[in-house]
T-cell receptor, first 114, second 116 residues
């Protein structure tokens, strides 16, 4: 499985934008980029995913580099409730027989200051 | 919808004891997964199931068994608990390729297990 590299921790102030980077230099042409987050004492939750184009949803935006070797999760206005561990994960495309397995790294611990 | 639920929430076992963790989902998902999370680490896949009656090994299957007798339930068993199995266990479920594009796993709240 292709690996991802994320900073161990980042800090932000409330209501400011947050850019969480992820490097994945060995990504294959068909790997999807997924982001999950884990709030304290909870199970992970899906945030967003993309393949080549930038993506937006109600939670965040995902900016993918043109060469796909890196991506950035953007939280437009951080709130205290966004304090969590954020995981960047590469997944096989649906036509592969990996049955949607997720391989988690250590993620980035995001601290949001009031 | 309750989503993914796990029973129990907490458990303390003595070394050598056995127990079963129950995961239930009400979203008609085909795929179900069991992960464990140790302090300061990401989740690791123990076993998974792609449908009723089928199971497969994940990354760290030793010391665990699983069963999927009903589509909505996925059981994780520890036959002889060891201190190394002290961890937080998460269950997850997702749609299959035949149900739709696999892109999101839904996770339960976790079971905190301590083996002394």
């Amino acid at each position: 499985d292709a690996k991802t590299t994320q900073p161990n921790s980042m800090e932000s102030n409330e209501e400011e934008p947050v850019h969480l980077p992820c490097n994945h230099s060995t990504i294959s042409g068909t790997d999807y980029i997924h982001w999950y987050r884990q709030l304290p004492s909870q199970g992970p939750e899906y945030v967003i995913h993309g393949l080549t184009s930038n993506v937006n949803n109600r939670m965040a935006s995902l900016a993918i580099a043109e060469d796909r070797k890196s991506s950035t999760l953007i939280l437009h206005r951080a709130t205290l409730r966004d304090a969590a561990v954020y995981y960047c994960i590469l997944r096989d495309p649906p036509f592969r027989t990996s049955y949607g397995k997720l391989t988690f790294g250590q993620g980035t611990i995001l601290t949001v200051h009031p | 919808n309750a989503g993914v639920t796990q029973t129990p929430k907490f458990r303390v076992l003595k070394t050598g004891q056995s127990m079963t963790l129950l995961c239930a989902q009400d979203m008609n998902h085909e795929y179900m997964y069991w992960y464990r999370q140790d302090p300061g680490m990401g989740l690791r896949l123990i076993h998974y199931s792609v449908g009723e009656g089928t199971t497969a090994k994940g990354e760290v299957p030793d010391g665990y068994n699983v069963s999927r007798l009903k589509k909505q339930n996925f059981l994780l068993g520890l036959e002889s608990a060891a201190p190394s199995q002290t961890s937080v266990y998460f269950c997850a479920s997702s749609y299959s390729r035949t149900q739709g594009v696999i892109y999101e796993q839904y996770f339960g709240p976790g079971t905190r297990l301590t083996v002394t």
